[in-house]
């Protein structure tokens, strides 16, 4: 997990990527500024597409959580399982 | 409002949310997705819910259609209807850009549209509990209690 001004700094910095875990119609709606859309439901295709080459080492912080779907935890766990070391979670909604 | 006329809607409530089920019960995990995009309803409710109300809506449809405890079935779908459209205003106030999920699994944004077309039904059911008493499903078939209403025998002195 990370703190928002935590995650703030680090983007400041330009050394997190950020990651919007939501269905694309929310993102579209309404993101974190410079924030990249990998929605749960097109993890497999948007991953080939626009992750598959990125370092493994980068810090990369996930968010979008709901009452219903917690799309950050399931995002983080399948970037874990495909060898990305540094990945959190922003803390909050 | 006559008991024909009630007849006639309950029959046509009862295809609807028989059509409506059947489009859901197939395909839960769609069902669950379109249910999680409204983010009211709480994640340990999702699968279950997404499994057991598209049955829900199946058992009171055919109820409806066969006449078989109609005015509880008229009261279940009453209740889902008045929930869901609770649902669809809150997310219009949040301006969610979302769809209803309520036939397939892409469905129609939510709006005023949807909102009108569900308290319509809402008046069909009303209609329904108040005034069906039309072919009714009791043990041993259908009847019209209005012409099978027996007068009970005079007291005899």
């Known amino acids: 997990m990370v703190s928002p001004s935590a995650a703030m700094e680090e983007i400041q910095h330009d050394e997190t990527l950020i990651l919007d875990a939501m269905p694309t119609n929310f993102y579209q709606q309404r993101h974190i500024g ?3 859309n990998i929605p749960l439901g097109l993890f497999d295709i948007v991953y080939l597409m626009t992750f598959a080459e990125e370092d493994k080492e980068r810090k990369i912080v996930v968010y979008g959580e709901t009452i219903s779907k917690s799309y950050d935890l399931e995002v983080a766990n399948k970037l874990l399982l495909r060898g ?4 959190r979670i922003l803390e909050g909604d | 409002m006559s008991k024909y006329t009630a007849f006639v809607l309950r029959i046509y409530v009862g295809c609807f ?3 409506a089920s059947m489009s859901k019960i197939p395909y839960p ?3 669950a997705e379109a249910t999680a995009n409204y983010r009211l309803v709480p994640y340990w409710f999702l699968n279950l819910g997404a499994v057991i109300l598209p049955w829900v809506e199946f ?4 109820f409806l259609i066969i006449g078989f405890m109609s005015r509880a ?3 279940l779908i009453g209740f889902m209807i008045i929930l869901f459209n609770v649902m669809v205003l809150i997310n219009m106030y949040w301006g969610a850009p979302i769809t209803c999920g309520c036939y397939d699994t892409v469905g129609e944004p939510i709006g005023w549209k949807k909102i009108t077309e569900n308290l319509i039904m809402l008046i069909f059911i009303v209609q329904i509990y108040y005034f069906d008493r039309l072919f009714i499903f009791r043990r041993g078939g259908l009847e019209d209690p209005a012409r099978s209403r027996v007068t009970p025998p005079a007291a005899s002195r």
């Open chain 1, 34 to 36: 410079g924030a990249v």
């Open chain 1, 84 to 87: 990305y070391k540094n990945v």
């Open chain 2, 17 to 19: 949310f028989l059509y």
């Open chain 2, 29 to 31: 995990a769609q069902f």
């Open chain 2, 59 to 62: 058992v009171c449809g055919l």
């Open chain 2, 73 to 75: 079935s008229a009261i």
